[in-house]
Nanobody
Framework: QLQLVESGGGLVQPGGSLRLSCAASGFAWNYYVIGWFRQAPGKEREGVSCMSSSGRITDYADSVKGRFTISRDNAKNTVYLQMNSLKPEDTAVYYC?????????????????????WGQGTQVTVSS
């Protein structure tokens, strides 16, 4: 079973930056599609970003486009979410998710129901 562990969350002032990491263990990372999600108190979990197993395709929620960047290092079995120009409305628990495909592909999605491996989450709080 793939295990995902997020880190890098914390308290940051508006306009600040954080980089979240998601480390995988148990299987090679290469054929996994990766997604980042977040859940604010009282709200449903929403898709933030995703990256194909090939690394060539990414997608972002409109609310984070131009501010967040997803990346992956397959050699380290790690995916990152660089978050810049953070806003109070970015406050949430952030989760990474993964799904293994049988071939390397250029597909990704931010639909949470598609993923079958989830981390435990890391809290991001944006406040002055």
């Amino acid at each position: 079973q793939l295990q995902l562990v997020e880190s890098g969350g914390g308290l940051v002032q508006p306009g600040g930056s954080l980089r979240l990491s998601c480390a995988a263990s148990g299987f090679a990372w290469n054929y996994y599609v990766i997604g980042w999600f977040r859940q604010a108190p009282g709200k449903e979990r929403e898709g933030v970003s995703c990256m194909s197993s090939s690394g060539r395709i990414t997608d972002y929620a409109d609310s984070v486009k131009g501010r967040f960047t997803i990346s992956r290092d397959n050699a380290k079995n790690t995916v990152y979410l660089q978050m810049n120009s953070l806003k109070p409305e970015d406050t949430a628990v952030y989760y990474c998710a993964a799904k293994r495909l049988v071939i390397n592909s250029h597909y990704c999605t931010t639909q949470r129901s598609w993923y079958d491996n989830w981390g435990q989450g890391t809290q991001v709080t944006v406040s002055s």
